[in-house]
């Protein structure tokens, strides 16, 4: 019996003990959870306080705006559209929202803006290069990948060749490709694009797409008339180029309104109308 009751009192003073053990794990760990919230509070009202000071402090003002444009939008209309000004604190400046504003200027392709610390803000846009004009009921510019960017506007360039013959259902978008006919055409204007050659870009004053017959360019001063089907178009700019250089040699250019090109092998070329009349009108 004895020997029971000692076991039972051993028991128990084992079993208080564990218990202000696990009281005394409890009250450290809560008391280290308090210090570790207490010191993330104190760190975070530092950042604050840091971050209100940069943003806030004039000797972070911007002093200096540097602007690298295209051609189409000026200096002051880039400044405009990032409504970016002097004595701005160089911090409080939203960098993502800036380019977002830029960029919805249809013109603009892309922009860069930099801070360089302590005063001065760097902004570089580029711009799309516009090819052509494409008449689809209304036009368009494409730019050098056969992109529409945005509608052709008066203010836009007219020295550009227009594009005809041709609808929405050509034109790339997303993951429908091209048609075949629309392939053609941008191939043949970077051929022309790469000048300088025989027949720019510049030259060129509309080139008309027939489903059947293939593309036709209306180029040169005065207008003439050159067809050259679908295939083979590098090989065919290269006998257009021989064509036009024998003919300014023997100074017979002026006279000619019609090349076809069609079938490589065998080039035909016709007077201009007017030139023929005057003669036969000689002849009488």
Request: aromatic fraction near 10%.
């Given at each position: ?12 003073k084992?079993s208080?003990?564990e218990r202000?053990n696990?009281?005394?794990?409890s ?6 959870s ?19 000071f ?7 003002a ?6 690298e ?13 990032s409504e ?13 929202l800036?380019e977002?504003?830029?960029l919805n200027?249809?013109?603009i ?8 610390i ?5 902004i ?28 052709w506007?008066t203010?836009d ?30 191939e ?9 050659n025989?027949?720019?870009?510049q030259?060129?004053k ?22 050259l ?6 090989t065919?700019?290269?006998r257009l ?10 100074d ?33």
């Amino acid at each position: 019996m004895l020997a029971n009751n000692r076991v039972r009192k051993n028991r128990f003073k084992n079993s208080q003990k564990e218990r202000a053990n696990q009281i005394l794990s409890s009250v450290t760990f809560i008391f280290k959870s308090i210090i570790s919230i207490c010191g993330l509070c104190l760190l975070s009202l530092f950042f604050v306080l840091c971050y209100d000071f940069i943003t806030q402090s004039h000797h972070f003002a911007v002093k200096d705006i540097y602007v690298e444009h295209g051609k189409m939008i000026p200096k002051q209309i880039v400044l405009k559209l990032s409504e970016v000004k002097l004595e701005t604190n160089i911090f409080s400046i939203n960098i993502g929202l800036v380019e977002k504003k830029l960029l919805n200027n249809p013109w603009i392709s892309d922009v860069k803006i930099t801070r360089e610390i302590p005063s001065s803000i760097y902004i570089a846009t580029k711009e799309y290069e516009p090819l052509a004009i494409i008449d689809l009921g209304r036009k368009y510019l494409i730019d050098i990948y056969g992109n529409i960017f945005k509608e052709w506007e008066t203010a836009d360039p007219k020295d550009l060749p227009v594009i005809l013959g041709l609808s929405y259902a050509d034109i790339k978008a997303g993951n429908k490709q091209a048609s075949v006919s629309f392939e053609a055409v941008m191939e043949i204007l970077k051929i022309c694009q790469k000048g300088p050659n025989i027949l720019s870009t510049q030259m060129i004053k509309k080139i008309n797409i027939d489903k059947d017959i293939g593309i036709t360019i209306y180029a040169f001063e005065p207008t003439k008339t050159i067809s050259l089907g679908y295939s083979n178009l590098l090989t065919k700019y290269d006998r257009l180029e021989q064509v036009v250089n024998f003919l300014k040699q023997i100074d017979k250019f002026e006279k000619v309104n019609f090349i076809d090109l069609k079938n490589y092998n065998r080039v035909v070329i016709s007077p201009n109308p007017f030139e023929l009349s005057t003669k036969a009108h000689k002849e009488v």
